[in-house]
Structures are given as C-alpha cells and as structure tokens.
C-alpha cells in the first residue's frame, strides 16, 4: 500500500512550488529589502519544507532576523511558522510545536483568524505524528471551527483531511469515512478534481481496509478518472495500483494483471522507484495465487532488488517479500528455503519492533516534554505576579512618603497602615516563593522518576515482548509445519519470556508505590525463622531446578519489629538473586547473628560471585545493571534496589560481600 503521505501530499499540491519557481524566487532575493526581503525569504523556506528542509531552516532563520529588526509581528510570527514546517519535516517535534506555538500566540495578539486557523491545522499534524491523538483532534477541530465560520476553504478541507486521518490511526473507521464523505461533497463544489481524486484514492482504502473490496474498487475507479483528466501521472499511477491490488483480493487475477501492467509502465516512465516495487510484489501475489511459481519467483525478485536499493526507506516492503518468499518456497516443496526466508523474516521483524518501540520512547519524551514546557511556563507566570506585587509595594511606599511631606498626623497613621500592608505583602512574597520552590522540588522528582522508568523500560521490558511477538507470529502463520517437539520448544521459549516480562513488570509495579508512597511501613512483632520460610518458599522451585540446596539456620526463638509485606519481598528477592547467579549443585546459607542494636541475617551463596566495581554499582537505578543467571536468566537488577529501599524503610541496611568465583554474601541488618 501507498505511504497515506502521498495522499496529503496531493492535497497539498497547490501549496508546493516547483524547482523552477524557487530558482526564480532566488533570482529575485538580491533585489529585495526590509520587509519585502522577509516575505519572499519565508516563500523559499515554505517552498523547500518537503524537499530540503535544512535549506528551508536556513531561509526561515534568515527571515526572523530581518523580521525582529523591522519590529513586524505578523511577519515575525510567518517567520516562526517557516521555522516549524522545515522542523516537522525533519521529524525533530519538539522544536516544531515549539516555534508552532510562539507563532500562535503572536497570531493571536494581532487577531490573524486565517493564519490561526491554518496554524491549529499544522500543529494537530505534528501531534498525529507523535501518538497525542488527544491535542491533535484538539486542534484540528480549532482549525475546523474558525475555518468553516469565516469561509477559509482551503484550511477546511485540511483540517477536515487531518481529523479523518487521526480517526484512521485509531481505527475507528466509520468516523473516519465520515470526515472523508464531508470533505469530499466540499472539494466537489468547490471543483477541485486533484483534492477529490486524492479522497476517492483514501475512501478506497478505508474500504478496503475494511475488506470491502467492491466499494474500494469503485472509489478507486472514481478517482482515476480525474487523475487521467488532469493528466495527474503519479495519481494515476497509484489508483491502477491500488485497483490493480483490489482485483487480486476479489480472486480477478486477470483483470488484476491488466491494472498492474499499466501501472507498472507508468511507474517505470515516471522512475517512481517505490511504485515499481509495489507493482511488482502484487504482480508475484497473483502469479503464485494461480500456482505460476517461476513468474511469480521473477516479480518477487525484481521487487527484491528495488527493496534494498530503496534501503530504510522499503523496510516494510523487504518484510512483506521476506514472507512472500517464505510462502511460495512451502508451495514448492523447498522447507529448507522456506525457513531460511522466515529466519530473515523473524529477524528483520524483531529489528523493525525495536526501531518503533524506541521511536515509541522518543515519542513519550516529546510529549513528556511539551507538559514540562507547560509547567515551566505555569512558574514563569507566577514569578510575573510576584513581581508585579513588588513593583505594588514600592508604588505604596512612595504614595506613603508623599502623604508624609502634606500631615504630620497623617504621616504617623499611614505609616501604621503602610507597616501592616507591608507586613501582609511580604507574609504573601514568603508563602508564594515556598510554593514556588516546592514545585520546582516536585518538577525534579518528576523528572527523575521518568528518566529511571526510560532507562529500565528501553534497556529491558521490550526484549522479552519483541521475542513474544516473533514467537508468537511464528506460531500463527506456520502453526501445521512444525511437529509437536518444535511446539513444544517455541512455548517453552514463551514461557521463559513471559515469565521474565512478568517479574520486571511486578518489580516496576512495586518500586513505583513505593516511589509515589503507596506503600506503608506497619511494623509488628514478628518471628525470624517463619518469616524467612515463608519469604524464600515462592523460590524453592527455582532452586530444585537447578539442583540447589537452600540451608537455613536461625534459632526459632529470636523476634524483631519489622514491616511484614516489605521484608518478604527484599529477602525473597535476595534469595532469588542468590539462586540466578548460583551454578547448579550450589548450596545457599541462611543463619543468623546478632551484635549490641542489630539482628543480622546472612545469604551466602557459592555463585560466581562479583568485582569491587560492581558491588559499588548494585543499589543504584542509573547503572541499570543487567547481567544474565547462570542458565541466561534475565534481569534487571531493579529487585536490588527493591530490598535495599524496604529494609531501608525498616531501619535497616544490607551490605555486600563478594569475591569474583568464591561467590557473594548479603548481610541484612535490622534493629533490635
């Protein structure tokens, strides 16, 4: 399928310049000045966005200069909107909504509604793109609601485009027709043939999306008939595709070859490099539908070539043959070939839902960081009415002083006046500058509670779901071809991810109401030798398994004032510890000690044991220590931490002793 910024892209086709028009926008620049310059600077930058935004940038920087120095708001704040179209193209958001917003808030000082209305369109794009449906509709509908009152068609039937596109994303695909059919019935009035064959295009493809192929096919047909009235070769192109692709999944594998044909021809002619490709794997699709193999095996192959010619820019593509190959090779009969290809296909998968779990991330800390701006801004008007309340007290002051110099009497009863409005200004300065300082505090423990969640969630919880998934594919589209031995592998792997996802995402779960002081210390009367049985038994599994003897030896009368739940769950997570870096056959010890103020409880495994430098690292969240058990377990180090912050919680404190290959001994310390 056609990248769905194609089709924006068309409707946006009056709005672009051609190559000739910015080398004749260029030839003018030397001639111009003041604020003539500005204008024709900010036409280059609008003109280079889609194609060469670092040029587009540099134009636009240009412009607010020159824009500052004229004292132009209007022209600083298109300036600013140059600079936030050139930075969406580089998919830098922040910096987008940054210089989106500034120029809004000029816009909107001097009552600009048509660039208002097209600013609140431009900022619900950059918010579609980073997930925030939330503010993308928001805006969208701003844009919709000024442009529909005052007549700005053109901005309408953007802003009518994007909110049918954020409903696309979401899948709510009545909603999203919906927008689709009103934004249609204005581009027909309006007799604009390239905006209506460019919705037809995206009705077909929500229909069939919908598996509504027939509706697809007649959306698509309506639409290549105005493209080849306009002449509209690349439109063209892609409607004789699509309905070319429509016909395949309608079984008219004839018909389907026609369309493909035509439209591979045209792509060739217009070198549409991805065009080619396409048309090419769905001509390999209907060959192998009619069990022509070796036709099908060329068209996957010249699809292939174009795939890795086109680079990161096809990796979805590449995906798709990887699975095509895969498919047709189990036809033939060739396994061997068909797994090596679903190898490539796993494989290449796991790296894509790496990239986007990451750009998920990245996503997250954008908008992560617009609320921080927010806040930021929030304590920046604060800081305003504080001085504002100043410059108020001086102003009285003065006023004060004047009353002096007319009535000695009067003098003695403003100065008792002027003493207690002092008195309260200066109580109300102390009270606000508190707030202010606790919510600069709260603004750091924010921050640094969403750099340590960032860090344990990119560094760890998306591996076990990436093998999940691949797992989990793998068994959905070839369930038949692997025997019972292979199942039983690939659920045995499913399990092992599932059961390491599962424990970080416990030990997340906990260390976060602890964080956010959910978790209350109830301390009671509790005996040693039954709570250490009962926090190691979850773990004694784990142990069998690996064939290590668990030794505990602590008197049965020794008693201590400690939180039960938070106590369980540090040695627990200590003697889990202790058993993932314990080599089968291992022995763990637990005995007890006691000196003047301290019960002391000792874990001592024979395991691989640790480096100074490492000990000095294992209770501290930014080191994200991971090291893999023995037998590969997983982990975070975060169940570490966990037990340090409880038996902290309790008074307590737990120190390290470790030697590399003699194994490690923690010593838990509790107050009598």
Same mark, same amino acid.
């Given at each position: ?52 935004? /670092? ?352 009535? /000695? ?165 200590? /003697? ?97």
């Amino acid at each position: 399928m056609k990248n769905s910024l194609v089709i924006i892209l068309l409707l946006l086709s009056k709005l672009l310049f051609s190559q000739t028009k910015i080398d004749s926008l260029e030839r003018l620049l030397p001639n111009t000045v003041a604020l003539e310059k500005v204008k024709l600077l900010n036409e280059l930058s609008f003109a280079y966005w889609n194609v060469a935004p /670092v040029k587009g940038l540099q134009y636009a920087n240009i412009a607010y200069a020159l824009a500052v120095e004229e004292n132009s708001k209007a022209d600083i704040a298109k300036s600013l909107q140059s600079r936030g179209v050139n930075y969406w193209a580089k998919s830098e958001f922040n910096l987008a909504l940054d210089n989106y917003q500034k120029s809004l808030k000029l816009f909107e000082e001097i009552n600009d509604l048509d660039a208002i209305s097209a600013l609140c369109s431009n900022l619900g794009a950059v918010y579609l793109d980073i997930n925030d449906y939330e503010n993308a509709l928001k805006y969208n509908y701003r844009s919709l609601k000024i442009s529909k009152e005052h007549g700005f068609t053109d901005t309408y039937i953007i802003a009518t485009n994007n909110i049918s596109s954020i409903y696309l994303a979401q899948k709510n695909y009545p909603k999203a027709l919906e927008y689709l059919q009103e934004v249609i019935a204005v581009s027909g009035k309006q007799s604009k043939p390239n905006n209506l064959a460019s919705q037809l295009n995206s009705m077909g493809e929500i229909y069939k999306l919908q598996k509504e192929y027939k509706k697809a096919k007649g959306s698509y047909e309506e639409a290549l008939k105005l493209f080849r009235e306009t002449k509209s070769s690349y439109g063209t192109a892609i409607c004789l595709y699509n309905i070319g692709d429509t016909e395949y999944r309608l079984k008219n594998y004839a018909s389907a070859i026609e369309y493909l044909e035509e439209s591979l021809t045209l792509s060739n002619t217009i070198h549409d490099q991805l065009g080619i490709l396409l048309a090419n794997q769905i001509m390999g699709l209907v060959h192998k539908a009619q069990q022509h193999y070796d036709s099908a095996l060329s068209y996957y192959n010249k699809a292939f070539q174009l795939a890795i010619e086109l680079g990161a820019g096809a990796k979805a593509e590449k995906l798709e043959l990887y699975k095509n190959y895969a498919d047709l090779h189990k036809s033939t009969g060739k396994l061997d070939k068909s797994i090596f290809y679903l190898e490539n296909y796993i494989s290449l998968k796991d790296s894509i839902n790496s990239a986007n779990s990451s750009k998920q991330i990245s996503e997250m800390q954008t908008k992560y960081g617009s609320e921080k701006k927010e806040k930021e801004n929030e304590l920046l008007r604060k800081n305003s009415e504080i001085q504002n309340l100043a410059i108020a007290k001086q102003t009285n002051l003065r006023n004060s002083f004047i009353g002096i110099s007319l009535l /000695v009497i009067l003098m003695i009863i403003i100065l008792f006046n002027r003493f207690t409005i002092k008195k309260k200004a200066n109580q109300l300065l102390i009270i606000k500058n508190e707030v202010i300082s606790n919510q600069r505090d709260e603004l750091k423990e924010i921050n640094s509670t969403k750099d340590k969640f960032f860090s344990i969630i990119s560094h760890d919880l998306k591996s076990p779901f990436t093998n999940i998934l691949g797992f989990t594919d793998l068994l959905i589209e070839d369930y038949d071809s692997f025997d019972d031995d292979q199942k039983k592998e690939i659920i045995v792997a499913l399990n092992k991810s599932s059961q390491s996802a599962f424990n970080l995402l416990s030990n997340l779960l906990t260390w976060a109401q602890s964080q956010t002081g959910r978790i209350k210390i109830n301390k009671k009367l509790l005996n040693l030798e039954e709570l250490v049985e009962t926090s190691i038994a979850p773990y004694e599994y784990n142990a069998s398994a690996k064939n290590i003897e668990i030794i505990t030896t602590i008197p049965s009368e020794v008693n201590l004032l400690i939180d039960r739940n938070s106590a369980m769950i540090a040695i627990g997570n200590l /003697v889990n510890n202790a058993i993932k870096f314990t080599p089968n056959g291992g022995k763990i010890n637990l005995n007890y000690d006691t000196g003047q103020n301290n019960i002391m409880l000792h874990i001592k495994d024979t395991g691989i044991g640790m480096t100074a430098e490492i000990i000095g690292k294992l209770f501290k969240i930014e080191e994200n220590i991971s090291t893999k058990g023995t037998n590969n377990e997983e982990g975070t180090g975060l169940g570490l931490i966990l037990s340090k912050e409880f038996i902290n919680k309790n008074g307590g404190d737990i120190t390290v002793k470790s030697e590399l290959g003699k194994g490690s001994e923690f010593i838990i310390s509790f107050p009598k």
